[in-house]
């Protein structure tokens, strides 16, 4: 099956840095999504993104589909950002199945 | 708002002691999936309704079923709770085609005692 792999595992930043994270695939994907995860386990949508890049606030994402990985941006960071960052990639036709990544746990300090 | 809601957000059931998680949303789509989440790993696909239709994966014990008796609501049953079956049980809903995203309730924390 495919595989989706994450990096770095973990990441501690100070406040206002910048963090890039990474998600590869091990094989083509119809599709990819990148996920918060709160505190409290709230999975939060951040992007769906097939190709190309999209920017939400500080947030941004790149997706290069035929080299089968994707970036996630945080610029400025805020100790609301912590949690878990998930990738997952969508398959499965037209009921678009996730699998998803191992995650990066990102703890940002005041 | 539209959304997708799960009910209770905590539950503690005994081993062996039959339990069911309940999903529902006003988003009016016609997927629904129901994930396991167990501590510090990643949500798992247990199975998903395209419709009525009902989509076992391959690896998803016998012992959790499931049941949608109409769009809006699903239900995850779990026969005999083991203490491995400890979880966070996320439910989310999509639309079919290749535009569109899945939308995640808050989860249900399940602990077996």
């Known amino acids: 099956g495919i595989q989706v792999e994450q990096s770095p595992p973990d990441l501690i930043l100070q406040e206002g840095a910048n963090s890039t994270l990474r998600c590869n695939f091990s094989?083509?994907?119809?599709?990819l999504q990148w996920f918060h995860q709160n505190p409290w386990g709230q999975l939060i949508n951040l992007f769906y993104?097939?190709?190309g890049t999209k920017q939400n606030g500080r947030l941004s994402a790149t997706t290069v589909a035929t080299e089968r990985y994707s970036l996630l941006y945080i610029s400025s960071s805020q100790t609301t950002d912590s949690g878990v960052y998930f990738c997952?990639?969508?398959?499965?036709?037209?009921?678009?199945?996730?699998?998803f990544g191992t995650g990066t746990l990102l703890a940002v300090q005041p | 708002d539209a959304m997708v809601i799960q009910n209770p957000r905590y539950q503690v059931t005994q081993f062996g002691k039959p339990v069911t998680l309940s999903c529902s949303q006003t988003?009016?789509?016609?997927?629904m999936y129901w994930y396991q989440q167990k501590s510090s790993q990643a949500p798992k696909l247990l199975f998903h309704?395209?419709?009525?239709?009902?989509?076992n994966e391959a690896d998803t014990p016998d012992n959790f079923q499931s049941r949608r008796p109409n769009t809006s609501f699903c239900f995850l049953d779990i026969r005999s709770p083991g203490l491995g079956d400890a979880a966070m049980y996320l439910c989310?809903?999509?639309?079919?085609?290749?535009?569109?995203?899945?939308?995640f309730g808050p989860g249900t924390r399940l602990t077996v005692l």
């Open positions: 993104i097939p190709s």
């Open positions: 997952a990639v969508v398959y499965g036709g037209a009921t678009n199945k996730l699998i």
């Open positions: 094989d083509s994907v119809n599709n």
């Open positions: 988003l009016n789509h016609n997927v």
């Open positions: 309704y395209y419709d009525k239709d009902f989509n």
């Open positions: 989310a809903t999509g639309k079919t085609g290749a535009t569109d995203t899945q939308y």
